[in-house]
């Protein structure tokens, strides 16, 4: 049996780096203020089959407008006006959504968009290798900025690089959905958005300054996609040694697993990184951990398990499930591990693809969760539902939508309440 991976940081005698604290990324199943979702235009990711797509999307929205604000991208003024027809007819409620009007190439937002964080302290950045606090509007800080002090309990925006999963040529958009999606949320000051944010109950308190970084290890930006990393919000993180340490589809050419270790630190709070092996197959990322295995509390992990010795996706989940059993949390505690089962094959003009149970979304009071029109439909609803008690679970249909390669966890990203 292989052994767990694993990496709890201890801070060496003169280390000056931020510490665990500065920054903390919080739990998906945290309070949010709203989710980020990019309107589907790029026929190409659905070849021969985008007549549904934009239905699939009007009903995720549908369900996430009754919990939380909607933060939505869109290409332009004609793609809002065909977005809010289709919406409108699907009985979204479209006074809790915010149409950002910025480009996209794909708009899969779990990997271009925004990364929250929560400063949890005042601490200045260190002068050996600094965290860069950026504004909205400021694209070169002076270095007063880049020394700024973080404000406790502020929330501040991660825009890591993208770079279209080290796969893709047409990513430029995708890459500057934060810096402009940021130009047009509501600031502060406004007493617009002040009065906007009553009327909505609280579903839109946007009106709030938002710091932006743009992280850096070993004197260069760093690319992260959200779908390669999952929190339980108290520093542990689940990863996987196929996205971040491959040579194939390489992000960040000549990381080790002590500079991702290092950049979870210094970014997100994490103290015990959690290295599982390989994604499942059909997935075009090369690994991310959202297809694969997630925290649904702070200490229990739910992830899919292949029953068929004959299938491809039976060896390497069955050693990420030794893995799992044999890790720790921060503290050193037992993991508690649940399992999710595997969907039939999907297959579409010949390619395999990557449909997964555990690409599901934890928003404010339900779980969105992809099914199949397969019969292990009913055994991971059953499963979620025992595992999210206090939550609605939401079934979303996705065989059309697992197309474009991903569905719901791929196409969301939480923006966290401050002060929950």
């Known amino acids: 049996m292989t052994a767990p991976t694993a990496t709890r940081h201890k801070r060496a005698r003169g280390d000056n780096t931020e510490t665990p604290g500065q920054f903390r990324m919080p739990a998906e199943w945290e309070p949010h203020e709203a989710t980020w979702l990019g309107w589907p235009h790029e026929k190409t990711d659905w070849p021969g089959k985008f007549a549904p797509i934009p239905w699939a999307f009007a009903e995720i929205v549908r369900h996430l407008a009754r919990v939380e604000r909607v933060l939505l991208l869109i290409k332009d003024a004609t793609a809002e006006s065909e977005a809010k027809k289709i919406l409108r007819k699907s009985g979204a409620d479209l006074q809790a959504i915010t149409f950002l009007r910025v480009p996209t190439d794909r708009g899969w937002m779990r990997d271009s968009g925004p990364i929250a964080v929560f400063s949890d302290r005042h601490r200045q950045s260190s002068s050996q290798e600094p965290i860069v606090l950026r504004s909205a509007a400021t694209k070169n800080p002076s270095s007063a900025a880049a020394n700024k002090e973080i404000v406790a309990g502020a929330r501040t925006l991660l825009n890591f690089a993208f770079n279209g999963w080290a796969k893709y040529d047409d990513y430029k958009k995708d890459a500057r959905v934060v810096e402009r999606a940021m130009r047009l949320m509501p600031r502060a000051n406004s007493m617009e958005a ?221 923006l966290p309440r401050v002060g929950a």
Not at 216 to 223: G, L
Not at 239 to 246: K, N, V
Not at 385 to 413: K, N, W
């Open 194 to 414: 002040r009065r906007s944010s009553s009327a909505q109950n609280g579903r839109n308190s946007l009106g709030l300054s938002l710091d932006v970084v743009q992280p850096e290890q070993k004197s260069r930006r760093v690319v992260l996609e959200g779908g390669s990393i999952d929190v339980n919000g108290r520093g542990s993180l689940l990863t996987t040694e196929e996205c971040l340490l491959s040579s194939v589809q390489e992000r960040n050419p000549g990381f080790t697993r002590a500079d991702y270790e290092e950049l979870f630190r210094r970014y997100l709070g994490i103290t015990n990184v959690l290295w599982l092996r390989t994604g499942i197959a059909g997935d075009d990322t090369h690994g991310h951990v959202d297809d694969l295995a997630r925290f649904v509390d702070p200490t229990t992990v739910v992830t899919v398990v292949e029953d068929d010795p004959s299938e491809q996706n039976y060896e390497a989940l069955q050693e990420n499930l030794a893995l799992l059993r044999g890790m720790r949390d921060q503290d050193g505690r037992e993991l508690r591990i649940e399992t999710l089962p595997m969907p039939k094959p999907i297959w579409f003009d010949g390619q395999r693809l990557p449909a997964s149970y555990a690409n599901f979304y934890i928003a404010n009071k339900i779980v969105l969760v992809p099914v199949f029109n397969d019969p292990a439909d009913r055994v991971a609803l059953n499963t979620l539902s025992a595992l999210f008690p206090a939550r609605e679970i939401v079934p979303i249909y996705c065989r059309d939508l697992v197309l474009g390669l991903g569905t719901i966890h791929c196409m969301t990203q939480q």
